[in-house]
Structure formats: structure tokens, C-alpha cells
């Protein structure tokens, strides 16, 4: 997606599981921009739930929180250098 102002963002999705009125996803952002999973999911039509920045009130009132999740996030450690992968199961 690109705006005129905006930088380029790229995210690859897919459907997990269609349930009675929500659809779980896994979003895996290319890029790195501020806010690009929830913009680009409102830009498809399926604001995320709970996202009070984006979302209109009843998607916002369907959740308690946002419901976005890092499942797996990889980083490098600051003093060994050492690859740390964390995982966390979403609670979704």
C-alpha cells in the first residue's frame, strides 16, 4: 500500500480460521512501517478488533483489547551477537 505521503509497506496474510462474525489471521509485515498491520487490515475492510485508533465503535467494542499479537518475534542478542527467538501463543 502506498500513499501519497507514505513510504511503500508490504504484508503477506493469510486466513486461519473462519469463525460466526470474525476471521483469524496471521499478518507478517515485509516492512517495518508505524501502524502497518492495523492500516492495511482497515484497508482491506477488516479493521482490527479492539483498535481504538482505527477501528469504528463496534469493532472497538468487541474486544477488551487490541487484537493484535507477536507470536514470534527474533532478535540479536546486544552482547553475544547470539540469534534469540521468542514464541507466545496468541490468546485469540
Not at 507514505?6 to 512501517?33: D, I, N
Not at 518475534?73 to 490468546?91: D, G, K, N
Amino acid at each position: 500500500m502506498l500513499s501519497e505521503t507514505g513510504k511503500a509497506a508490504l504484508t503477506y496474510f493469510r486466513v486461519l480460521e473462519q469463525r460466526a462474525s470474525t476471521t483469524l489471521m496471521e499478518l507478517k509485515p515485509h516492512t517495518g512501517r508505524t501502524h502497518q498491520l492495523r492500516v492495511h487490515m482497515l484497508a482491506l475492510g477488516h479493521p482490527i478488533l479492539g483498535d481504538a485508533f482505527y477501528a469504528d465503535g463496534a469493532t472497538i467494542n468487541a474486544s477488551k483489547r487490541l487484537n493484535l499479537h507477536a507470536q514470534s518475534l527474533t532478535i540479536t542478542h546486544p552482547y553475544t551477537q547470539a540469534e534469540m527467538t521468542f514464541f507466545s501463543q496468541h490468546p485469540f
